[in-house]
């Protein structure tokens, strides 16, 4: 099994992230860990809580960043809506958060199981930026880290930033130039990881309530994907992290040195990859997934919560 930790902003593909990690046998999820992204870090934490109990998961969540490292915040509520997870009431959650430090969770699991640990990373990066701030020695020790964020051809935010790198570009250049084993998931990639309509109607007659809550939910996504960028089906970002330590055959990848911009007026935010391999590479990229394998991964494993 690969010894997981979750960092996310739920958000409703993060949802989808969790509950996938959550019950894989492929994987453990040791721990979730909240950031400010989609909304305010009161809401993302307290939708990781309220996720993580009604699908019956003991794991453990932590709260971490507030704020992007230096920009001003931006939240999703054109996506996501105001509480960050619109489209089902789910209740208040009893759950409580953990009170250890976040950046103490990870490095202790780091250090007692070197080459063991993956960081996935389905939001802005400022938690995982201070992780690499404040543990430099440790980062070579993380076996992986796997983002969802930019976009090689196109941005969702901008023309050419995608959310979780605009949310904190400078988080994210540090990321990218810390000496991670990284491997990223762009929006070229999750533009192809989607769910249509009568997948997401199927998961709502699904017996288990968070199963069923998660079509009302994606629901809900769906329609704020066709009303801001005129597409059917909603594309899973977040899940495509997960179903890749699943079954990584599914994706195709290329590996390219990547930096992020944090000056550009048009530009800020965008990941710029060299397409030409001028550089030697830093990061390793998915531009393919077969989407129907995906979808058959997501729908074998919420079954199991039934
Ligand atoms: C990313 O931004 C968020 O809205 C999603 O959860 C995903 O992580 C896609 O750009
Ligand atoms: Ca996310």
Redesign the pocket.
């Known amino acids: 099994k690969k010894k997981v930790i979750l960092d996310?902003?739920?958000?409703?593909?993060?949802a989808v992230a969790i509950l996938l990690a959550g019950i894989a046998e492929e994987i453990e999820l040791l721990g979730i860990i909240a950031v400010a992204?989609?909304s305010y870090l009161k809401n993302t934490a307290r939708n990781a809580l309220v996720l993580t109990e009604m699908a019956k998961l003991d794991i453990p969540v932590f709260a971490g960043s507030d704020k992007p490292l230096l920009r001003d915040q931006i939240v999703?509520p054109n996506?996501?809506g105001e509480s960050g997870l619109e489209g089902a009431n789910l209740p208040e959650p009893t759950k409580k958060l953990e009170n250890k430090n976040y950046l103490e969770f990870i490095a202790e699991n780091v250090y007692s199981n070197p080459n063991e640990i993956t960081l996935v990373a389905?939001?802005p990066l400022t938690n995982i930026a201070k992780f690499a701030l404040n543990y430099p020695d440790l980062v070579p020790l993380v076996k992986e880290l796997v983002i969802?964020?930019g976009?090689i051809k196109f941005g969702?935010?901008t023309p050419r930033a995608?959310?979780?790198i605009y949310?904190d570009p400078e988080a994210a250049q540090i990321v990218f130039n810390a000496g991670f084993n990284l491997t990223v998931f762009p929006?070229d990639v999750?533009h192809q990881a989607k769910i249509y309509m009568d997948e997401i109607k199927e998961m709502q007659k699904f017996e288990s309530e968070i199963v069923s809550k998660m079509g009302m939910l994606l629901e809900f996504f769906h329609q704020t994907y066709f009303d801001i960028f005129k597409i059917e089906g909603a594309?899973l970002?977040?899940p495509c992290t997960i179903a890749y330590l699943i079954k990584p055959e599914i994706f195709e990848f290329e590996e390219y040195y990547a930096q992020v911009e944090t000056k550009g007026e048009l530009t800020y935010g965008e990941t710029v990859v060299d397409y030409w391999h001028f550089k030697e590479p830093n990061s390793r990229w998915a531009l393919k997934v077969d989407r129907e394998e995906f979808i058959k991964i997501l729908f074998d494993n919420l079954k199991k919560y039934n």
Do not use: Q
Not at 8 to 14: I, L, R, V
């Open positions: 996310c902003d739920p958000g409703h593909d993060d992204g989609n999703a996506i996501h389905v939001g969802m964020g976009g969702n935010t995608e959310f979780n949310a929006l999750t594309p970002h977040d």
